[in-house]
């Protein structure tokens, strides 16, 4: 029996989160991993009673979460926001069917882009796909925002979307906790008419939904999740989730209607609070997505300027955006610069140094691997989305094809990434008999996000060993019949290993294979050094961008003397491989 602490804990977003799945009685619950929502799931499989699993990617993740509300238990999906685009196919019709159980979808929106390739605002999924959302501001709320949301879920037979941002998902404040429930047992009937969507059923069931809808609009109405707080009356500030804190903190004393439930809007709850306030604002991050609907309600209403739809707010931009002076920031110390970079010994960086020396135009894609488009590496030349390496070298080479450019035509991808998004491109390469490169970078991890498992590594969210996915086999599969494994830290054979793949002119796959240095299973490596005396400071090393060489002394003629961190250095050797001079010593395995 798990015994609940009768005082506050002190919980990031994400675990308030899967506390509130917890205590909200959820039995299964699948992710794919990504910023700003991994640890949601990482959390839930700490809880005994809760199935948690790491999907291939968030769609399979959001099915094998309607499964389950389908079998008739509670189930929750959670992902970062470009995570919802994978999963959007299934929700838009799982919006159509409902569940059995209640279902609650998590996107972690990320405004300023601290991990993500893009900046969407998710609100515009719930209006698109005709869904209640609910946004809390605080961890207390995360918590108690879910357990409401499985609530609604059930009461209207919806999928719930729960919206948070980078600082409500990894800011901590305290919660008080409850004790897990044991909803009522439900059992799936056969109803083809509500879970079978051909088009004569689903026509049927989007007049479900517009009813749906307009009972949700009456909800949010009425729901405490949606209050006002009287304050001067001079100004009126509407905000939902961590933009309400900023606003509080710039106008404590101002009026505030504060939205816990920002879809569908609470059209009466607003006109009543315009009523009572002499201007109206809205103060949201990124899209005008309040603004515009407030507006369309016939109420003059006040947003944010343009220029403020990008990034991340504060009480500072707040408070500029009211037309107050911000405070003068407090003077920061001059701190030195610490650029992102691959770790000491990444395996990824021998790669990228290869393929930049063998001059190849490379797509690329997410992982830790993107940070080789920054200097020195500077190898990459396209990122767009996980998976679209594949299908972007495919569009390259029939390009350059058709333009007899013969530059060589590489796509690169994790091994996480690859078992995500990558299979379906691999196949259609083969199919339409293209001829690029793919490197699969197997790492044995989900490195970029914290070092989660995937299929290819053989165990589940909870450590446990299950059936490892054989990339070789499955690459063959595809039908790629030339599929090479290489040790990355190996440089010579990496890079006969890619001139060969290169030079075939056909499908082709070169797996480098090495486990990520931040894992533990493998044996310590004594760290390189250089010997100084035969050192001419060419700076050739210090092409791999290791944080653990550093230019030490300047010479004649601008050459610089690298040193080797022996705290840093994993001992992986590249840096001895390249160097002609051999002024580097390594203790090769």
Known sequence: MVRTPTKPQLLSGNEAIARGAYEAGVKVAASYPGTPATEILESLAT???????WSPNEKVALDVAFGA???????????????????ADSLFTIAYTGATAGLVVVSADDPGMHSSQNEQDNRHYARAAKVPMLEPADSQEAK???IEAFHISEEFDTPVLLRTTTRIS?????????????????????QTRKYVMIPGHARGRHVVVEERLERLRQLSNTIPLNRIEMGD????????????????????????LKLGMSYPLPDELIRDFAARVRRVFIIEELDPFLEE?????????????????LGELDAAAVAAALGDKPPAPEPITDLPARPPVLCPGCPHAGVFYVLRKLKAVVAGDIGCYTLSVLPPLEAMDTCICMGAAIGNAAGLERAFAVAGDQRPVVGTLGDSTFVHAG????????????????????????????RQDHPATGRTARGERTHQLDLEALCRACGVDDVAVVDPYNLEVLEQALKRAIAAR???????????????????????HVVEEMCVGCGLCLGLGCPALGAIAAEPKGRLKPSINQELCAGCGLCAQICRREAIEWEQP
């Open 47 to 53: 809880y005994e009673g809760i199935h948690a699993q």
């Open 69 to 87: 509300a389908l079998g008739g238990v509670r189930a929750l999906a959670s992902m970062k926001h470009v995570g919802l685009n994978v999963a």
């Open 144 to 146: 108690d925002f879910v």
């Open 170 to 190: 990894h800011g901590k404040s305290p919660v008080r906790l409850g004790r897990r429930r044991q909803p009522r047992p439900r059992s799936f009937e056969r």
């Open 233 to 256: 009356p001079d100004l009126g500030i509407i905000a939902a989730g961590a933009a309400y804190q900023y606003a509080r903190e710039a106008r404590p004393g101002a009026s505030f």
């Open 293 to 309: 609907q407030v507006a369309a309600l016939g109420i003059k209403v006040r947003g944010k300027p343009r220029s403020m739809r």
């Open 423 to 450: 299979i379906a491109p691999l196949i259609d390469l083969v199919y339409n008999q293209g001829c690029a490169t793919i490197v699969i970078l197997d790492n044995g991890t989900t490195a970029m996000t914290g």
């Open 506 to 528: 056909h499908p082709s796959v070169v797996i480098t294979r090495h486990e990520c240095v931040l894992l533990t299973r493998g044996a310590p490596r004594k760290p390189a």
